[in-house]
């Protein structure tokens, strides 16, 4: 597998790829790699003849008191488990390489980003949308596969890649949940033990929407209040939000029908994570 971390380098490798009528697949990642990205990195070598990744902490999607700083990172381990998992090519831009002194463009799009995660992280959406496009102008994907565990960035990045008339296909692969339950994020990593055991209350909080719309439920504001009062039960947790919306529209609803998604952002302890699950009512 080939590391790059210079802008100028990749792009010649790009194009010598693109010469060979190549189609690439990009799997873009914070690093600190798990089961969920490399699953992703499997499904673009399945559909794609070459697999670029690229391992960058943006600083520009965090916010001041979050994590940038002690986000995990463990370059050499990511750099064995992307190879394995089928990476032809890792991308490891530095924060200067990627905002060099007077960079000054952002690319913010207009909807879907003032609810859920970007109404409790203000700006953030607007950071991914930029070092997304910077990532997929350097990159040239054909295809690029993101999360459903990030079910809103998902939706962002889609509805940016249409208005922006960028020339890919954007890939939404399905949550990879640990045995137990719990979403795989590298965030859990933050989790003690006893956090750890707590974190299912997002996981079970979600079997529990499910079996209550299976029994019938259809009112948004009765469901929301079953799954609170069952996380508020868990002493190490703090919600966030927890939503009901329409999917994929992410628009309220009074009554559930057709395609919803229960969204949630729980901290336990200074940790926040978030799950979701899609439902057909
Ligand atoms: O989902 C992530 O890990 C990040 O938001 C992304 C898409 C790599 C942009 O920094």
Excluded: W
Excluded at 81 to 86: D, I, P, Q, R
Excluded at 149 to 161: E, G, P, R, T, Y
Excluded at 267 to 277: A, K, P, S, V, Y
């Amino acid at each position: 597998m080939k590391v790059i971390e210079m802008i100028a380098e990749m792009k010649e490798f790009v194009t010598k790829v693109k010469r060979q009528g190549k189609t690439i697949g990009f799997v873009p990642t914070m690093g600190f790699l798990h089961e969920g990205h490399l699953t992703l990195m499997r499904k673009a070598a399945e559909k794609t003849d070459f697999v670029v990744a690229s391992i960058f902490v943006n600083p520009l999607q965090f916010g001041a008191g979050e994590d940038f700083e002690e986000y995990p990172r463990d370059l050499e381990r990511d750099l064995r488990l992307a190879e394995s998992a089928g990476v032809n090519l890792m991308f490891t831009p530095g924060v200067t390489e990627m905002y060099p002194s007077g960079y000054g463009t952002t690319v913010e799009v207009g909807s879907l980003t003032d609810k859920l995660c970007g109404r409790s992280r203000p700006g953030h959406f607007r950071g991914v949308t930029t070092v997304v496009t910077k990532l997929f102008n350097i990159v040239e994907p054909d295809i690029a596969f993101f999360g459903q565990k990030d079910a809103q960035q998902a939706a962002i990045l889609n509805k940016m890649a249409a208005d922006l008339n960028m020339n890919l296909e954007i890939k939404v692969v399905p949550i990879v949940r640990e045995t137990d339950g719990l979403a795989m994020s590298s965030r859990n990593k933050y989790l003690s033990p006893e956090e750890r055991k707590a974190a299912l209350v997002l996981s079970q909080g979600l079997e529990l929407a499910r079996n209550f719309v299976a029994a019938g439920a259809r009112n948004t504001a009765d469901l929301i209040s079953e799954i609170t009062d069952f996380i508020n039960r868990e002493p190490r947790a703090r919600i966030d939000y927890v939503e009901v919306l329409s999917f994929p529209g992410f628009s309220e609803t009074e009554n559930m029908h057709g395609q919803v998604i229960i969204a949630l952002a729980v901290f336990i302890g200074g940790t926040r994570l978030i799950d979701n699950m899609v439902l057909e009512v």
